[in-house]
Each structure stands twice: as structure tokens, then as C-alpha cells.
């Protein structure tokens, strides 16, 4: 058993609220740990030292800051194996795929080496009659991040990246079920060069949230979780004049037209539906072939593959295909929804209801399902189940299909797959959904582009990494300057064009 606590001002600490959440090991479904949960008064006391901190780490030029990125990244590629380890044993995904998770995060912290590019401002020579013009990006000050079980490594990084690139401070509150990797990630930012302060990890709940979203010092929340939670966040972090942009969840839909390459199309779904369990924002979770003929051969193409899965522990090695979900609570709540499912009329071809795993009866695995004849009133279409469960939607026609994933009520990512490059860019233009993969089942844009969903699955205006993430951390100031031999003229009353 471990305890798991804060980290402040450069060092770990223990909680001193007297509260704690248990860590659950999902591969037995025994607690392994322990981790600290926040009190309002501790994390208004991190936020006065990061404030403090921030002072001379905003003054730091970029380059310098830059540096520290740099460092990161060979600190985090160094220590790779022992935090992948770490947070497999902690949230169940393969070691292969909880370094894609360090990896994804760490080519973000590789884009903020160009901090002093991206802060670099505009300028305009001779506005007007000795008058120049210039606009500069500034740090906020202290800002925080809110992250989720999914991806303990990566949205963290995407969030502190950015943050202390533009030289901010950053209260990092990560889930509280799965804490550990957070905590090596700031070990390691001390030890590329941040300064103490600059970077305070926070571990807890609802509490701690609520403390973030009210204390005056925090100028702006970068939150990814669920739906519910985003919303409440961005209503919360708005009625108290903070910048805020909140991820939520997500319903992914990848259209199979008659003419695509339905081998390519049945792998592309397997390993999107099923891959961490189903436990990605961008896990392909519809599948929605057009026409009774493609679903037919669609299905009959999916079903072996399926049953194939290789459900297990990570320390299995590399050929497990996916393992536990997060927590018994997730475990139950996608058993519930896949009985609705049935209830409410849909097929379900492939059962995973009973799997079970010799040696591993408590743990929380769920062997993968498979359904077919979903229709969007059911509630497995219009939840998001999380968990490695792929619903299938027939639709008569491509409109018909397109309709489908523009109704729904969240728009994080969405496929096709066909040969026809007319369709593929019809789809892409007109889908009201934030990132489109043609061919693509996962389409996770690069650090250098930016990360986001539509309409539920992302509320507030600016995406995460990319340049937006650095627009979103700093605030533009314009100075317009004229010194005394451009002055030509008394007292001006009136705007006026300047010529
Ligand atoms: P969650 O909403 O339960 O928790 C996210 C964070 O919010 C955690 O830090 C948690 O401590 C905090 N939180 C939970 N309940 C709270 C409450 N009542 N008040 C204040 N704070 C609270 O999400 P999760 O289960 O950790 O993560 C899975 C969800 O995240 C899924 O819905 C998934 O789609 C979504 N997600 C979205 C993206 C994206 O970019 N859109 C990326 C990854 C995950």
C-alpha cells in the first residue's frame, strides 16, 4: 500500500486535510494505494507560493523556458519504461500503449521548445505619423489544469506544457484514480530546471475543483473530463470571470461506405473500438455502414476479429489487446448499459457479458461486445458507454449516415472510410464534429495542430495544444507608441483615420 500525496514548492508532501481516496489496482481489484484529497486551505495556499513563483518565471525570456522543455523531453524519454509501468499498473492499459500515452504527451512538451516563437508579438512600423504599433502575448499568471483517469500522462502534459512555456504557473489537479504518473512528471520538470512553485501538483475532488474555480488568483481552467462535469466547470469558472475551456465526452461515429476496403475498415474499427478497453475520448464507438450488404459483410469481417481479443493484465506482454477498465463502478455501469441495450432491442453479436480471467476474478475486465441493429433512440447510441463496447447503426444512404453523426449530441471525432475522394471531402467539410479522419479511425491530430471537439464535447473557445493552446495561456496586450518628434499637433477630440 502507497500513499500518494501533493506536490508542492518543489518537493512531495502529505495531505493535511485528513481525507484520502482509495487506489485500485483494476487487474485484481484490490486497493494498492492511497492518494491525498485536497482541502479548500491547501490549495489556496499552493496558489498564493505558485503565484509568488510565477513572478520571475513570467520574466524569464522564452528561450530559457524553451530550454527547460527541452530538458523535459529527454528527462521523460529517459524514464519512459518506469512511468509506463507505473501507470499501466495503476489505470490497466498494455505498456505499449501507456507509452503512446507518455509519447502523445511528450511531442507536446517537444512543440513548446519553440515557446519563443509562438510568444514571439506583431508589430507595425509607422502606423501613423511617428506612431509604431505592437502587440505582445503575456502570461496570465497562475492557471490551472483539470485532468482525467484516461490519460494520466498525456492531457497533463498537454496542460502544462503550453501553461509554463508562456510562463505561467500551473495548478495541476489530476484524477484521483490513477495519481502516480503526475507526480513523476513535476519530479521531472524540477529536475529539467523549473523553478520551485512554478508547477503544483494537487491531488483531489470535487473540493479542491470547486477551490480552484473560485479563487480570485487563478486566471483561467483548462479542464478534460465528461460532459456533465465540463459544463459545470466552464458555467462555474464564467460566473467567476475566468478564461476557461472544458473537453467532455464523446459519441464517435466512423461511416462505412459500400466502396471502402472493408479488411482495412474492419481492423480500423477493432482497434479503435476496443483498443484501452474503449477508454479513449477518440475511441470509435458507432460503426455505420451504409447499406444492408456493407453492414452484413461488415459484421461477418468484424465477428472473428472480435472474438479473437486478447483481454488481460499488461504484465501478460505485448500480445494482450486491451485490459481492465478504470474501476468496479465502470465496470458495472457498462454491463448496465449493454443489458439496456439488449432490453431495449438491439442485436448483440458478439457477448462479452460473462468473461472472466483465471487468477484475475476480481478484476475489472469486460470482455468486448458487439451490436448490431442500433437505433439513435437507445440509450447505448446516446450514452457514452466508455467501455469496449461498439454499436452498429445501419443506414440506408451516405446522407442518411452523415445525418447520424451531425445529430448527435457530441462531436469530438469522427471517420469514413471509402475510396471516393468526393464523398470523403463532402464528409469533411459538412460534419459539424472537431476532428474528421478520412481512412483514419483515431484521427489525434499532432502537437502542432489542435485538439478539440464540437458542440457537447467542448465548451469554451480555443482548442488544446497547438497554437491555441499557447493563445489560451497568454493575453494579447497592444501598445501604441509616439514619441515627441512624431507629435505634429495640440489636443485630438475626435477619432480619426491616421494619415
Ligand atoms: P470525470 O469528469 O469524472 O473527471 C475529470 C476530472 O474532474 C477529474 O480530475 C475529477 O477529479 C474531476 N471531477 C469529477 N467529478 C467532479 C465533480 N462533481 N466536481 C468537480 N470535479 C469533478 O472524467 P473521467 O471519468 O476521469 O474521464 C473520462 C471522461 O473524460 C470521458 O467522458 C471521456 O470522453 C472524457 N475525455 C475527454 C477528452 C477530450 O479531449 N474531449 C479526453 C479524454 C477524456
Not at 521548445?113 to 503575456?138: C, H, N, V
Not at 448499459?337 to 476474478?361: H, I, M, P, T
Request: charged share 20%; net charge neutral.
Amino acid at each position: 500500500m502507497y500513499e500518494v500525496g501533493h506536490w508542492i514548492n518543489g518537493k512531495r508532501v502529505a495531505g493535511s486535510s485528513g481525507r484520502t481516496a482509495d487506489v485500485y489496482n483494476p487487474h485484481t481489484g484490490e486497493v494498492q494505494g492511497r492518494v491525498a484529497l485536497a482541502s479548500k486551505a491547501e490549495l489556496d495556499a499552493a496558489v498564493a507560493d505558485a503565484a509568488r513563483a510565477q513572478v520571475a518565471w513570467g520574466a524569464t525570456n522564452p528561450q530559457k523556458r524553451g530550454r527547460v522543455m527541452m530538458a523535459l523531453v529527454g528527462l521523460i524519454n529517459r524514464d519512459m519504461d518506469k512511468m509506463a509501468e507505473v501507470l499501466s499498473r495503476e489505470h490497466g492499459k498494455t505498456i505499449p500503449d501507456a507509452k503512446g500515452d507518455i509519447q502523445r504527451g511528450l511531442e507536446v512538451i517537444e512543440y513548446c521548445i519553440g515557446a519563443p516563437q509562438m510568444l514571439k508579438g506583431e508589430f507595425t512600423d509607422s502606423a501613423g505619423p511617428g506612431i509604431d504599433m505592437y502587440s505582445m502575448r503575456q502570461p496570465l499568471g497562475v492557471v490551472a489544469g483539470i485532468t482525467p483517469f484516461n490519460f494520466p500522462a498525456m492531457i497533463p502534459l498537454w496542460k502544462m506544457g503550453p501553461a509554463l512555456a508562456a510562463g505561467n504557473a500551473m495548478i495541476l489537479k489530476p484524477s484521483e484514480r490513477d495519481p502516480s504518473v503526475p507526480l513523476m512528471l513535476a519530479e521531472l520538470c524540477k529536475e529539467a530546471g523549473l523553478p520551485d512553485g512554478v508547477l503544483q501538483v494537487v491531488n483531489g475532488d470535487k473540493e479542491s475543483v470547486d477551490a480552484i474555480l473560485d479563487n480570485p488568483t487563478i486566471q483561467a481552467v483548462g479542464f478534460v473530463g465528461s460532459t456533465p462535469i465540463a459544463h459545470y466547470i466552464y458555467s462555474r469558472a464564467a460566473a467567476n470571470g475566468k478564461r476557461s475551456q472544458c473537453f467532455g465526452g464523446a459519441k464517435n461515429h466512423m461511416i462505412i461506405m459500400p466502396d471502402a476496403d472493408l479488411d482495412q475498415a474492419a481492423d480500423a474499427l477493432v482497434g479503435a473500438g476496443y483498443g484501452a478497453a474503449g477508454e479513449r475520448c477518440m475511441a470509435i464507438s458507432v460503426a455505420v455502414p451504409v447499406g444492408d450488404k456493407t453492414a452484413d459483410a461488415l459484421i461477418e469481417k468484424l465477428v472473428p476479429r472480435i472474438e479473437k481479443l486478447k483481454v488481460g493484465p499488461y504484465t501478460a506482454g505485448n500480445d494482450v489487446d486491451y485490459g481492465p477498465v478504470v474501476t468496479a463502478a465502470a465496470k458495472a455501469n457498462i454491463l448496465r448499459l449493454v443489458n439496456r441495450g439488449v432490453e431495449q432491442g438491439a442485436k448483440l453479436v458478439v457477448d462479452g457479458r460473462n468473461f472472466s480471467l483465471q487468477g484475475y476474478e476480481n478484476g475489472f475486465f469486460v470482455g468486448p461486445h458487439l451490436f448490431d441493429h442500433v437505433t439513435p433512440d437507445m440509450d447505448i447510441y446516446r450514452t457514452e458507454i466508455f467501455g469496449p463496447v461498439l454499436s452498429t447503426v445501419r443506414a440506408k444512404t451516405y446522407e442518411d449516415a452523415l445525418k447520424l453523426a451531425m445529430d448527435h449530441e457530441y462531436g469530438n471525432g469522427t471517420a469514413i472510410f471509402t475510396r471516393d475522394g468526393d464523398t470523403a471531402r463532402d464528409f469533411a467539410n459538412r460534419v459539424n464534429v472537431g476532428m474528421v479522419g478520412i481512412n483514419v479511425p483515431i484521427p489525434v491530430p499532432l502537437a502542432y495542430h489542435t485538439f478539440g471537439g464540437w458542440k457537447k464535447s467542448g465548451f469554451g473557445d480555443l482548442n488544446q495544444h497547438g497554437p491555441d493552446a499557447f493563445r489560451f495561456y497568454t493575453r494579447t496586450k497592444t501598445v501604441t507608441s509616439r514619441w515627441p518628434s512624431g507629435i505634429k499637433e495640440g489636443s485630438a477630440f475626435n477619432f480619426k483615420a491616421m494619415d
